[in-house]
């Protein structure tokens, strides 16, 4: 079976995005992305705080610490929302090996359920609550 082509979809439905849902970001993000975050949504990113988000973006700066920040940002979340993990390609400054991501979301009790790619420059796995453990 051929590969689906989803390149030619808006990287903000790539993630799911809805008009409504509440954003958070962590890291240094992408301006241009986040303004197109904020536009499809209609509101501003969340900050930490009171309102758990349905949509998480996470720019790591290292791999050492997306295990303990994914451990924080999963009780900030909706039971059924999602954590994008996002990391520069292969090649580029601050590349991590997604394949290597996957144990450090585990070790966080979240499993990975979709990849992503963003620009040229970034992309993104996707991270959720176990639906055993969702309340």
């Not at 051929?2 to 890291?27: C, I, M, N, Q, W």
């Not at 993990?85 to 292969?90: D, F, G, L, P």
Request: charged fraction near 30%.
């Amino acid at each position: 079976m051929p590969e689906k082509d989803y390149s030619h979809r808006d990287v903000t439905d790539k993630l799911g995005l809805r008009p409504g849902f509440v954003v958070r970001a962590v890291g240094k993000g992408n301006k241009d992305l986040l303004a197109r975050v904020r536009e499809k949504i209609g509101r501003p990113l969340a900050r930490s705080g009171k309102t758990p988000a349905d949509v998480i973006l996470y720019w790591p700066k290292s791999a050492a610490e997306i295990t303990g920040t994914l451990i924080e940002l999963k009780t900030a979340l909706v039971s059924n929302g999602g954590i994008w993990v996002i990391t520069a390609k292969r090649g580029l400054p601050g590349y991590i090996n997604q394949d290597n991501i996957i144990p450090l979301g585990l070790a966080a009790s979240l499993v990975d359920n979709k990849i992503c790619s963003l620009s040229d420059e970034e992309s993104a796995m996707r991270f959720v609550i176990r639906k055993e453990d969702r309340k």
